[in-house]
C-alpha cells in the first residue's frame, strides 16, 4: 500500500474510533461506488427527535506537518465535493431504509506525525473509544495521529 494510502486508512481508523466514542455508529468505512468513494458513513439518533437518525457522511483528511493545503481542507474543491454528493446518493440508494434521515457532510482533518525509533507496532495510548473522548490522538504504527479539527457540515452542496 503506497504511504499515503496507509495514513489515510490510519486517519479513517482513528476517527472511525474518536466517532465512536462520541456516541456515533459506524455504518461504513471507505465505501466505494462508480460515483466515488466515502471514508466514514456514521450515524445517531437525534436527541430532540424521538426516532430520528442523523446521518454524516465524513471526509478524513490525514496530513503531515508540512501541508500546503490547510491540513487537507483545501482539498476539498468542488469536484470533490461534487464526487462525495454522488457517493453519498448511491450509498443511500443502496440503503433506502436511511433515506429518511437527516444528513450532512463532516470533515475530520488529522495531524500523522512519525515517530522517529517508533516500532511498527505502536501501541496506541488511547485503545478504548472512551480514551479518544478525552484526548483526541493516539500513536498507532509509527505515528502520532492528533485530531486539529472536526467540522460538521462543513460540506454544504446547493
Excluded at 20 to 48: I, T
Excluded at 98 to 107: E, G, K, N, P, W
Excluded at 120 to 147: F, K
Aim: proline share 5%.
Amino acid at each position: 500500500m503506497a504511504r499515503s494510502n496507509a495514513l489515510g486508512e490510519l486517519g479513517e481508523q482513528f476517527v472511525a474510533g474518536w466517532l465512536s466514542g462520541r456516541g456515533w455508529d459506524v455504518r461504513a468505512r471507505r465505501w466505494h461506488c462508480r460515483g466515488g468513494e466515502l471514508d466514514l458513513v456514521v450515524s445517531r439518533p437525534v436527541a430532540d427527535r424521538p426516532g430520528g437518525v442523523t446521518l454524516a457522511f465524513v471526509e478524513v483528511k490525514t496530513r503531515g506537518r508540512a501541508s500546503w493545503d490547510a491540513d487537507g481542507l483545501l482539498a476539498i474543491a468542488p469536484a470533490k465535493q461534487r464526487k462525495l454528493w454522488l457517493a453519498a446518493r448511491c450509498f443511500l440508494a443502496e440503503h433506502p431504509h436511511l433515506a429518511d434521515c437527516t444528513c450532512r457532510f463532516d470533515v475530520a482533518l488529522v495531524r500523522a506525525q512519525k515517530l522517529v525509533g517508533a516500532p511498527p507496532e505502536s501501541v496506541s495510548n488511547a485503545d478504548s473509544s472512551r480514551d479518544l473522548v478525552r484526548t483526541p490522538s493516539a500513536i498507532r504504527d509509527g505515528y502520532r495521529l492528533t485530531l486539529l479539527d472536526y467540522l460538521p457540515g462543513a460540506i454544504v452542496l446547493e
